[in-house]
């Protein structure tokens, strides 16, 4: 199993961003996936999770952290086994490390705690800075 995201770099306050986590070796379908962050000397935090979708099954329910709700979005295209987080108004306190997890629940369900997921990937840089 892989989860590769890609996306971060160097914004600007107002700016937007959308990462991407792409993954391969599992039924990207059945799992619940979340984006977490961590800045330096903070601890890690999860910011978004969406719930599975796919099959004709309903889902794709998501759940932000309260700072991030009215700027952050949280999408998922299974075609492309692809995890998506849009990031709207970018402010410096975004500055961190941005990381993609999965895990499988067996239904319509996801989570903002990372002991929950069990696969995750290596992270992307997110800087904002004027």
């Known amino acids: 199993v892989q989860l590769v995201e890609a996306g971060g770099g160097l914004a600007q306050p107002g700016e937007s961003l959308r990462l991407s986590c792409t993954t391969s070796g599992l039924n990207f379908d059945d799992y619940g996936m979340g984006w977490f962050r961590q800045a330096p000397g903070k601890e890690r935090e999860g910011v978004s999770c969406?719930?599975?979708?796919?099959?004709?099954?309903?889902?794709?329910?998501?759940y932000y952290a309260d700072p991030v709700k009215d700027r952050f979005a949280d999408s998922r295209d299974n075609a492309k086994n692809t995890l998506y987080l849009k990031i709207d108004s970018l402010k410096p306190e975004d500055t961190a490390m941005y990381y993609c997890?999965?895990?499988?629940?067996?239904?319509?369900?996801?989570?903002?705690?990372?002991?929950?997921?069990?696969?995750w990937g290596q992270g992307t840089q997110v800087t904002v800075s004027s």
């Open positions: 969406i719930s599975w979708r796919g099959g004709g099954r309903s889902g794709g329910r998501t």
């Open positions: 997890a999965g895990a499988y629940w067996g239904y319509d369900y996801c989570s903002r705690s990372g002991k929950d997921y069990i696969y």
